[in-house]
């Protein structure tokens, strides 16, 4: 698992026209590995081993060439660790633009202890915003870097107090914002009159190389991104294969997880309808060899463009993909080359160089056999085409096992697209493979193309990601297949591939939820089951019935006289699904969030509710409080856990209704229903000013219903509804101490609450 966490990142970058330089991995920055890189290497003289703190952020100004005519992509950034490095810490890296703007932040990793000399640590980019876009030929970037406790960094002179790295005191959590502008930053890192620049490197380019040990190479040639400052070809399908870069990023992750090494990923950056990286290098008719096109690679080739010096430059970059991927090949020793492609069927097509006739000519025969495929199967240097491409051991049956209300072809289960022979078929044609595929196989060189459905890719989803199930369901297939074909030791049937949760267990490729758990993954709850406290639980709810009229409105912490207001409201209880009783569990309330704040009318965002549930007796069963503070900007419901209260007995008369009371700290904007049963209507109480200060400490702002003794809840009964001002100025509960129901304009109101209770 160390070589995964140290694990870096191949890189090559198009070099602009302008700069007429040739193609050559570049990086930026400060000390380096590389051809492209700064001279500088660890051991040499300036170098100084430096404490970055734990509150620290680090910036450095780096200068970016040629990227303003052509969007790069941000592939790593590489942070030298001192060897003398003896603290463990989390840390992370970004980029920000010279205006300011955040472009790109890694995730949180670990900086490990008891390194090599001068460690390069790297923080990956991966995912589908890391176009880097510059605005001229001598912009620059600023790299940042934050580690969570002190660790040792390394770094070397700079010329000038300009160039040195600036430091900016902030806490771990706070160190990257949207915008910054550093250079009114203040701070300078330097020892003893020299000025320092922390050795720190960002890595560029338009192919991505993830590194890796395990005996498979996946590639993703159609999934690019990069559109800007590429022409769009005259010829050929330009359509990208959505999510396939994402995809192949989050399978190799996978793969990583369950075989304890990554394989190898190369992915091409740019979008397909610049460049068509599963093409040869050529224009529309002929390679750069000489050959025809329609010859060599599906009828086109790689870069059928309108002007010829952009087909050139097409062609180039073209050329060095095809190089890369060559020596990733060759140096692997004959491991499993899987291209990953898309499809607007809805199945799964496994490309092995077969054709649909041969297929379905192989399917046709009695017993079906693809003997005479053999020598063209791009399997067969792990054996013959029957067993590798229709066996139960194939990657196809590995596959559907592991999704199997997928049509996967080829296959144990599907032999042949043609559906008089292969009934499962639901598709005449097939898929056999591209041109990087062909190229590549040979007797020692196996390979299989894998054309994903778009719902496994996740093709609708926004923020681009492909789907979680799928990526493991193609991890689990290929950790099998490994395991099989090349003596690897891959965790294969972990949860089958299926993501089943907590709550439900892979069975056959389907999860199975525990009783009160429904949905694919068993996250959700089953009708008549309610979440409480992360648990879905059979709940007996009285609340608000459907589709009911709604309002909200604010509910006071006091009166305009200054005292605290107290609301009620009542419920009839239906308990014929209690059998022996219920347990009452929580109150639920309706609050109202209207603006990003979520109240822009409190004097602070956080709040505190309380609430109480009283019997018809008016005898008080259980409170409870929640304290909160700012929500989404959507209207949700508060849960006030209410602990300790005993059994609402079915048939007891003493609990044919059941009171809800509600207290708030601050002004809160809740939701209203209209029109309830006028004994349900809401109600605010006031206390008694002499009963509420008599004992400060037993009776505190924060504790009002405690200060609501049963003795003075007489008018929560069933009584009309009544103004203020029919009980004058009496400070007293004998005339139902100023008991209202809620209303606007006529319309009455009940507190929009639910009572949430559990069969015994």
């Given at each position: 698992?160390?070589?995964?966490?140290?694990?870096?990142?191949?890189?090559?970058?198009?070099?602009?026209?302008?700069?007429?330089?040739?193609?050559?991995?570049?990086?930026?920055?400060?000390?380096?590995?590389?051809?492209?890189?700064?001279?500088?290497?660890?051991?040499?003289?300036?170098?100084?081993?430096?404490?970055?703190?734990?509150?620290?952020?680090?910036?450095?100004?780096?200068?970016?060439?040629?990227?303003?005519?052509?969007?790069?992509?941000?592939?790593?950034?590489?942070?030298?660790?001192?060897?003398?490095?003896?603290?463990?810490?989390?840390?992370?890296?970004?980029?920000?633009?010279?205006?300011g703007t955040l472009v790109a932040s890694?995730?949180?990793?670990?900086?490990?202890?008891?390194?090599?000399?001068?460690?390069?640590?790297?923080?990956?980019?991966?995912?589908?915003?890391?176009?880097?876009?510059?605005?001229?030929?001598?912009?620059?970037?600023?790299?940042?870097?934050?580690?969570?406790?002190?660790?040792?960094?390394?770094?070397?002179?700079?010329?000038?107090?300009?160039?040195?790295?600036?430091?900016?005191?902030?806490?771990?959590?706070?160190?990257?914002?949207?915008?910054?502008?550093?250079?009114?930053?203040?701070?300078?890192?330097?020892?003893?009159?020299?000025?320092?620049?922390?050795?720190?490197?960002?890595?560029?380019?338009?192919?991505?190389?993830?590194?890796?040990?395990?005996?498979?190479?996946?590639?993703?040639?159609?999934?690019?991104?990069?559109?800007?400052?590429?022409?769009?070809?005259?010829?050929?399908?330009?359509?990208?294969?959505?999510?396939?870069?994402?995809?192949?990023?989050?399978?190799?992750?996978?793969?990583?997880?369950?075989?304890?090494?990554?394989?190898?990923?190369?992915?091409?950056?740019?979008?397909?309808?610049?460049?068509?990286?599963?093409?040869?290098?050529?224009?529309?008719?002929?390679?750069?060899?000489?050959?025809?096109?329609?010859?060599?690679?599906?009828?086109?080739?790689?870069?059928?463009?309108?002007?010829?010096?952009?087909?050139?430059?097409?062609?180039?970059?073209?050329?060095?993909?095809?190089?890369?991927?060559?020596?990733?090949?060759?140096?692997a020793n004959g491991a499993l080359l899987?291209?990953?492609?898309?499809?607007?069927?809805?199945?799964?097509?496994?490309?092995?160089?077969?054709?649909?006739?041969?297929?379905?000519?192989?399917?046709?025969?009695?017993?079906?056999?693809?003997?005479?495929?053999?020598?063209?199967?791009?399997?067969?240097?792990?054996?013959?085409?029957?067993?590798?491409?229709?066996?139960?051991?194939?990657?196809?049956?590995?596959?559907?096992?592991?999704?199997?209300?997928?049509?996967?072809?080829?296959?144990?289960?599907?032999?042949?697209?043609?559906?008089?022979?292969?009934?499962?078929?639901?598709?005449?044609?097939?898929?056999?493979?591209?041109?990087?595929?062909?190229?590549?196989?040979?007797?020692?060189?196996?390979?299989?193309?894998?054309?994903?459905?778009?719902?496994?890719?996740?093709?609708?989803?926004?923020?681009?990601?492909?789907?979680?199930?799928?990526?493991?369901?193609?991890?689990?297939?290929?950790?099998?297949?490994?395991?099989?074909?090349?003596?690897?030791?891959?965790?294969?049937?972990?949860?089958?591939?299926?993501?089943?949760?907590?709550?439900?267990?892979?069975?056959?490729?389907?999860?199975?939820?525990?009783?009160?758990?429904?949905?694919?993954?068993?996250?959700?709850?089953?009708?008549?089951?309610?979440?409480?406290?992360?648990?879905?639980?059979?709940?007996?709810?009285?609340?608000?019935?459907?589709?009911?009229?709604?309002?909200?409105?604010?509910?006071?912490?006091?009166?305009?006289?200054?005292?605290?207001?107290?609301?009620?409201?009542?419920?009839?209880?239906?308990?014929?699904?209690?059998?022996?009783?219920?347990?009452?569990?929580?109150?639920?309330?309706?609050?109202?969030?209207?603006?990003?704040?979520?109240?822009?009318?409190?004097?602070?965002?956080?709040?505190?509710?309380?609430?109480?549930?009283?019997?018809?007796?008016?005898?008080?069963?259980?409170?409870?409080?929640?304290?909160?503070?700012?929500?989404?900007?959507?209207?949700?419901?508060?849960?006030?856990?209410?602990?300790?209260?005993?059994?609402?007995?079915?048939?007891?008369?003493?609990?044919?209704?059941?009171?809800?009371?509600?207290?708030?700290?601050?002004?809160?904007?809740?939701?209203?229903?209209?029109?309830?049963?006028?004994?349900?209507?809401?109600?605010g109480l006031q206390y008694k000013t002499?009963?509420?200060?008599?004992?400060?400490?037993?009776?505190?702002?924060?504790?009002?219903?405690?200060?609501?003794?049963?003795?003075?809840?007489?008018?929560?009964?069933?009584?009309?509804?009544?103004?203020?001002?029919?009980?004058?100025?009496?400070?007293?509960?004998?005339?139902?101490?100023?008991?209202?129901?809620?209303?606007?304009?006529?319309?009455?109101?009940?507190?929009?609450?639910?009572?949430?209770?559990?069969?015994?």
């Amino acid at each position: 698992m160390l070589q995964m966490e140290f694990a870096m990142f191949a890189w090559v970058l198009l070099a602009s026209p302008i700069l007429g330089s040739s193609m050559a991995p570049i990086c930026h920055g400060f000390g380096g590995i590389g051809d492209g890189c700064a001279a500088a290497k660890p051991g040499d003289s300036g170098k100084s081993s430096g404490i970055s703190l734990g509150d620290t952020t680090l910036a450095v100004k780096v200068s970016v060439l040629g990227c303003f005519s052509k969007p790069c992509w941000l592939q790593n950034i590489r942070v030298g660790v001192d060897d003398s490095n003896s603290v463990a810490s989390l840390a992370k890296v970004g980029v920000y633009l010279s205006d300011g703007t955040l472009v790109a932040s890694s995730q949180a990793r670990d900086v490990p202890t008891s390194l090599p000399d001068h460690q390069w640590l790297a923080f990956a980019f991966r995912g589908h915003d890391k176009e880097l876009r510059t605005t001229s030929e001598q912009d620059y970037v600023w790299l940042v870097v934050n580690t969570e406790n002190s660790v040792k960094l390394t770094y070397e002179n700079a010329d000038s107090g300009d160039e040195a790295t600036r430091t900016v005191s902030e806490l771990f959590a706070g160190a990257f914002v949207a915008v910054r502008i550093w250079d009114t930053e203040p701070g300078r890192r330097q020892w003893a009159g020299h000025f320092r620049n922390l050795r720190v490197q960002m890595d560029l380019g338009d192919v991505s190389i993830l590194p890796g040990t395990l005996p498979l190479i996946l590639e993703s040639p159609h999934g690019g991104r990069i559109t800007e400052g590429w022409p769009t070809r005259v010829t050929g399908v330009l359509d990208s294969d959505r999510n396939t870069d994402l995809f192949t990023e989050e399978l190799w992750s996978e793969l990583g997880a369950r075989c304890g090494r990554t394989p190898v990923a190369v992915i091409f950056r740019v979008a397909r309808k610049g460049i068509d990286a599963n093409r040869a290098t050529g224009s529309g008719t002929h390679t750069r060899g000489g050959e025809l096109c329609a010859d060599q690679s599906n009828s086109q080739c790689c870069c059928d463009l309108a002007s010829a010096s952009d087909e050139e430059v097409a062609m180039d970059l073209n050329d060095v993909y095809h190089s890369l991927l060559s020596s990733e090949v060759a140096g692997a020793n004959g491991a499993l080359l899987v291209p990953i492609h898309g499809t607007g069927r809805d199945r799964v097509e496994l490309g092995v160089r077969l054709s649909a006739s041969d297929l379905n000519q192989g399917a046709g025969l009695a017993p079906p056999s693809l003997a005479d495929h053999d020598s063209d199967s791009s399997l067969r240097a792990l054996g013959n085409a029957t067993y590798m491409i229709w066996g139960t051991e194939s990657f196809g049956s590995h596959l559907k096992n592991n999704r199997p209300s997928m049509e996967v072809i080829p296959s144990s289960k599907l032999l042949c697209p043609d559906p008089n022979l292969c009934s499962a078929s639901s598709y005449t044609s097939i898929f056999n493979g591209g041109y990087n595929l062909k190229i590549h196989i040979t007797n020692t060189q196996p390979g299989v193309q894998v054309e994903m459905p778009q719902v496994m890719r996740g093709f609708w989803s926004s923020p681009p990601a492909p789907e979680a199930a799928a990526v493991k369901q193609v991890g689990a297939a290929l950790a099998s297949f490994l395991n099989l074909h090349y003596q690897e030791s891959c965790q294969t049937h972990v949860n089958f591939g299926l993501a089943c949760g907590s709550h439900g267990q892979a069975v056959s490729g389907t999860c199975m939820c525990e009783d009160g758990y429904e949905g694919s993954s068993c996250g959700d709850c089953a009708e008549g089951y309610l979440l409480v406290t992360g648990q879905c639980m059979r709940l007996v709810v009285l609340g608000p019935p459907p589709g009911v009229t709604e309002k909200y409105g604010s509910a006071f912490a006091t009166t305009s006289s200054g005292r605290p207001y107290l609301y009620t409201r009542k419920f009839s209880t239906d308990l014929t699904d209690c059998g022996t009783g219920c347990q009452p569990l929580d109150m639920s309330v309706r609050i109202r969030c209207d603006d990003n704040q979520c109240h822009s009318d409190l004097d602070s965002s956080s709040y505190t509710l309380g609430a109480a549930l009283f019997d018809a007796a008016g005898h008080k069963m259980c409170n409870g409080t929640a304290a909160r503070s700012a929500q989404a900007a959507t209207d949700w419901w508060l849960q006030i856990p209410l602990a300790s209260c005993p059994l609402l007995q079915n048939g007891n008369q003493d609990h044919v209704a059941v009171y809800l009371a509600l207290w708030t700290s601050k002004l809160i904007k809740i939701r209203w229903e209209q029109e309830p049963a006028l004994s349900a209507r809401s109600r605010g109480l006031q206390y008694k000013t002499a009963d509420y200060y008599q004992d400060p400490s037993a009776q505190s702002f924060e504790h009002l219903i405690d200060a609501v003794p049963p003795a003075q809840l007489p008018s929560w009964r069933d009584l009309s509804c009544e103004s203020p001002s029919h009980c004058g100025t009496q400070d007293s509960c004998d005339c139902i101490s100023g008991c209202t129901c809620r209303s606007w304009s006529g319309n009455f109101y009940g507190m929009m609450a639910t009572l949430s209770m559990q069969p015994a």
